[in-house]
């Protein structure tokens, strides 16, 4: 199984400043045949269902605000909040879907500090 | 608009049996494989597993926690995806959430239910 770990499990930053988010892989999840990373970031707020914000380790869904990036190599990703707004205030959690099992990292909690 | 609805979780004894069901609308069902997603009280997500389409099989595929107690299953006639769970443990505690596979055809997820709690305690 692809094992994600996340650091840190939490952190708060001052509105308007960057907040970064760390996923590793266990072992790389860039598939071979393709040259693409197979990674997902998810924002969760308090009582709600995780959203998708950025799949292929770098590509924002439709609507996520460009505060949002992801970048990264095969074993080793960063999720960037470049300017942090009270709303992104949740939960931030990695996905591999490179191969079954799916797995997640444990969750990044993003306050104000 | 794409919408997940789960039901039929609630209260249930160790070693019992409850099913879950993901119905879905604003899109056409039978062309995308769906995955449950579970998540304890407090914790963070664990996928459950998954089943493919028919046009890929209909295959279905567990994490190792759930393989041998549950079975995803699905009508495609009733857009309903349904997660049945045997010989529960009170660590399978946790809200279910189904989810649709993305349409690029990968294994991230672009849709989300609101979830359904499932409370294993005697």
């Known amino acids: 199984d692809i094992v994600m770990t996340q650091s840190p499990d939490s952190l708060a930053v001052s509105l308007g400043e960057r907040a970064t988010i760390n996923c590793k892989p266990s072992?790389?999840?860039?598939?071979?045949?393709?040259?693409?990373?197979?990674l997902a970031w998810y924002q969760q707020k308090p009582g709600q269902p995780p959203k998708l914000l950025i799949s292929?380790?770098?590509t924002r869904e439709s609507g996520v605000p460009d505060r949002f990036s992801g970048s990264g190599s095969g074993t080793d990703f960063t999720l960037t909040i470049s300017s942090l707004q009270a709303e992104d205030v949740a939960v931030y959690y990695c996905?591999?879907?490179?191969?079954?099992?799916?797995?997640f990292g444990g969750g990044t909690k993003v306050e104000i500090k | 608009e794409v919408q997940l609805v789960e039901s039929g979780g609630g209260l249930v004894q160790p070693r019992g049996s409850l099913r879950l069901s993901c119905t879905a609308s604003?899109?056409?069902?039978?062309?995308?494989?769906m995955s449950w997603v579970r998540q304890a009280p407090g914790k963070g997500l664990e996928w459950v597993g998954l089943?493919?389409?028919?046009?890929?099989?209909?295959?279905?595929e567990y994490a190792a926690s759930a393989a041998g107690r549950f079975t995803i299953s699905r009508d495609d006639s009733k857009s309903i995806a349904y997660l049945q769970m045997n010989s529960l443990k009170t660590d399978d505690t946790a809200v279910y959430y189904c989810?649709?596979?993305?349409?690029?055809?990968?294994?991230?997820?672009?849709?989300w239910g609101q979830g359904t709690l499932v409370t294993v305690s005697s």
């Open positions: 989810a649709r596979r993305s349409t690029l055809l990968e294994d991230f997820f672009d849709y």
């Open positions: 604003g899109f056409t069902f039978g062309d995308c494989a």
């Open positions: 089943i493919r389409s028919k046009a890929h099989g209909g295959t279905t």
């Open positions: 072992q790389t999840v860039l598939h071979s045949s393709n040259n693409k990373k197979y």
């Open positions: 292929w380790a770098s």
């Open positions: 996905q591999q879907y490179l191969r079954t099992p799916l797995t």
